[in-house]
C-alpha cells in the first residue's frame, strides 16, 4: 500500500510540472513590416499566425497599407509565453512598428475578390486602425475599430468596406463634412426604425451610429499622428 501511495503521489508531481512546463512554454514570434502576396512575413508557430484578412472586388490594387491609429505595434520580434491560464501573451517586442505595407508581386495587381492575409502580432486595434489600399497613383483609407487580433486568428473590416473606399491623391488634406453621409447600413437601420420603431430596432441603429462616430474618431486621430496616412 506505502508503494502505491507513494507512486500515486509521485504521479500528481509529475502532472504540476509538466503543467508549469506548459504554462511557462514560450515560442517566438515574429512579423516583417513589409508583406507580399507570396510571402507572409510570419516567422515562428504557424498555429499562433494572425492579423487581417481582407478581399477585395477591385483591380489595380498593387497596395496595402495597415495602420494601429493608438500606435500600437504589429511587427517586430516578440517572446509569446503561456500566463497562468494558459493564455498566450507578448512579453518585450523588439524592431517594433505600428505600419504594416502588403505589396502585391504582379504589376498588375493584387486578384480581385481573392482572400489576402496580412500578418500581425497580437494587437488591440479596438481604438480604430487604418487599411489603406493604392492603385493608379490615388489611395483609399478604410477605418475600422472594435476589433482585437489574438493569437491564431485573423480578423476581417466588414462587409461595406468597399461602399467606404474613396480613392484620392496621397497626402491629400482630411475635409471634414458637417453632416456625414450615411453609409448603406446605416441608412438601411434609419428605414427600417422609421417604418417599424421597435426597441430593438431603435437599438440596432443606434449601435450602428455609435460605430460610425469611433470610425470618425479613428480617422481623425490617424491624421494628427505626424508622417502616417500616406
Known amino acids: 500500500m506505502k508503494k502505491l501511495f507513494l507512486a500515486m503521489v509521485m504521479a500528481v508531481i509529475s502532472a504540476i510540472a509538466v503543467s508549469a512546463q506548459e504554462n511557462g512554454k514560450e515560442n517566438t514570434m515574429e512579423v516583417l513590416p513589409v508583406q507580399t502576396d507570396k510571402n507572409d512575413g510570419y516567422e515562428g508557430d504557424a498555429t499562433m499566425r494572425c492579423g487581417i484578412k481582407f478581399n477585395i472586388r477591385l483591380s489595380s490594387i498593387t497596395k496595402v497599407e495597415l495602420e494601429s491609429v493608438d500606435g500600437n505595434p504589429l511587427a517586430g520580434r516578440t ?3 503561456n500566463d497562468a491560464q494558459g493564455q498566450p501573451i507578448a512579453d518585450g517586442i523588439e524592431n517594433a512598428s505600428t505600419v504594416i505595407t502588403f505589396n502585391a508581386t504582379d504589376k498588375s495587381g493584387l486578384t480581385p475578390g481573392k482572400d489576402y492575409y ?45 461602399s467606404e473606399l474613396e480613392f484620392d491623391k496621397p497626402n491629400a488634406p482630411l475635409v471634414e463634412e458637417e453632416r456625414p453621409k450615411m453609409n448603406p447600413e446605416t441608412h438601411g437601420l434609419f428605414l427600417q426604425y422609421r417604418k417599424n420603431p421597435t426597441e430593438a430596432n431603435k437599438q440596432a441603429l443606434l449601435e450602428q451610429m455609435g460605430l460610425r462616430y469611433d470610425k470618425v474618431v479613428a480617422r481623425k486621430k490617424e491624421k494628427q499622428t505626424p508622417g502616417t496616412g500616406a
Open 79 to 81: 517572446i509569446i509565453r
Open 118 to 162: 496580412i500578418s500581425t502580432l497580437p494587437c488591440d486595434l479596438y481604438g480604430g486602425y487604418r487599411l489603406s489600399f493604392y492603385r493608379d497613383g490615388l489611395v483609399a483609407h478604410y477605418f475600422g475599430v472594435h476589433l482585437t487580433v489574438e493569437s491564431g486568428t485573423f480578423i476581417s473590416p466588414d462587409e461595406q468596406m468597399e
